[in-house]
């Protein structure tokens, strides 16, 4: 991926169809090319190594579990084992006995920014009030997505049907027209506060940082 995005504002559009980049002001030849994975947010800590303090309740990202299999994004360092098929991004789909919710986060989040591993779990409630344990069932080497657990879009929209629309996302573009993919986003998304930075400073930071300590 070439840029991380976050918006201050949900988009409801999807930004990889026609329709959807029309609905946003968005040109055919603007992002040619170009697609997008789109996260859910539910709010909570950082629990990245930006943050100092431990973290309780990460923030949790939901994503559509094919889109990140289908383009095989990011390594796995670590991953449940009880004799299940499932690899991968595809431990999102696991059926757990416990009735948890599985959850990918990379090695400096739960490790470090968690104090927990894997097979462990960590207990939100819900828009409804009622218990959700997310269990953790895979861990990333570092990656730009550290700071936040990752669940399947299906589970997060059961439990937060309110929380409509997409605040995180990944842009993979062509090396040669990265920038100027980045000027047209943030021109036409601009309402929606979207800030891209390139993924390789995001990373940087964070290896700043992990090598201080």
Known sequence: FAFYGETSVPILHDLNTEEGRDA???????LEGVEVVQF??????????????????????????????????????????DGQQEEGWDLLDLDLPTGSVPAVGDYP?????????IGDELEYSDERGQVLRVRIVGMLGSSVLQGSLVIAEDEFMARFPSESGYRVFLVDAPTERAEAVKDALESALRDFGLVLTPTGERLAAFSAVENTY
Do not use: I
């Not at 946003?24 to 603007?30: I, R, S, T, Y």
């Not at 909570?44 to 949790?60: E, F, I, K, V």
């Not at 989040?109 to 591993?117: D, E, P, Q, Y």
């Open 109 to 117: 989040t739960v490790f470090w920014g968690l104090g927990k591993n």
């Open 40 to 81: 859910r947010v539910h709010e909570g800590d950082d629990a990245s190594c930006l943050n100092l303090n431990r973290a309780q309740q990460p923030r949790l990202l939901a994503v559509d579990s094919g889109e990140m299999s289908r383009r095989k994004a990011f390594t796995f360092s670590q991953s449940l084992d």
């Open 24 to 30: 946003l002001g968005l040109g055919g030849e603007d």
